[in-house]
């Protein structure tokens, strides 16, 4: 069963990466850990993806008082699960977390253009372009 543990001081050493060609899309486990660090005042959550007992992944979002939103900031799924449903059931859990909490109705999100897995999986949560910096798509999503 897919599940969400929080990242802290006893888990935190548990490595994940995505394969080598994707490593232009995707940020490492090292600086997702270091941007939940940087964005920790801004409810910032950095979660470990699991599958049962078997860490699959990481996410992390956090708050955005300045825009009323949520900013889904990273999404890692290691290079031997992909292709199985993780990053699809990961980003149902966390749009469900950010809709239990209520803060905010919206959800900001960017991708590396040319991460066409990326732009597929949130489109198919109704995540729609809005703009875009340089090489980043950034996508919205009503809550």
Known sequence: MIHLVEIDEGNWRIPLKVAKEQESYVAADTTILARAYAYRNSGSCALFIYDDET?????LYHHEDSLGTYVFSELLIDEKYQRKGYGR????????????????????????????????L?????FIETGRDE?????????
């Open 122 to 126: 949130y489109e198919s949560f109704g």
């Open 55 to 59: 860490p699959v992944g990481m996410v």
């Open 89 to 120: 059931a990961a980003t149902r859990l966390i749009l469900n977390r950010m809709k239990e909490d209520g803060k905010y109705n919206k959800v900001i999100l960017c991708y590396i253009e040319g991460n066409e897995a990326a732009k597929k």
């Open 135 to 143: 090489d980043e798509i950034i996508m919205e999503l009503a809550l």
